[in-house]
């Protein structure tokens, strides 16, 4: 049975950035697990952008090593309150990310 994302973050959560960018922070359960997964090929600015359908070379990583804590951030597709918008606060953004599947 294959390591999610989930399984390895105590807590996962995404938010506005200001109106053109999100932030997922992942909060690693323990320094092994953030050691071990920060760096995994699923969590890559490739993976990423496929799953939020954006250019990778856009996705910024940002690791805080004393608090086991990755911030991802990414533009949004549309401004923050425009016509296409589903999710103002990009509250809802982590879930697309909970079952990546990690190499280890």
């Known amino acids: 049975?294959?390591?999610k994302l989930k399984d390895v973050c105590h807590y996962i959560r995404?938010?506005?950035a200001g109106p053109?960018?999100?932030t997922i922070d992942l909060m690693f359960d323990s320094k092994e697990s953030f050691e071990k997964y920060s760096n995994d090929p699923a969590l890559s600015a490739?993976?990423?952008a496929g799953v939020y359908r954006i250019d990778p070379a856009s996705v910024s990583h940002y690791p805080v090593p004393?608090?086991?804590?990755l911030k991802i951030s990414y533009p949004r597709r549309g401004s923050q309150g425009g016509v296409e918008e589903r999710d103002l606060h990009s509250g809802q953004q982590y879930v697309y990310i909970l079952d990546l599947?990690?190499?280890?």
């Open 14 to 16: 995404s938010k506005v």
């Open 66 to 69: 004393n608090l086991n804590v």
């Open 46 to 48: 490739t993976s990423i």
């Open 20 to 22: 053109f960018w999100v």
């Open 1 to 3: 049975m294959a390591t």
């Open 101 to 104: 599947e990690l190499a280890g």
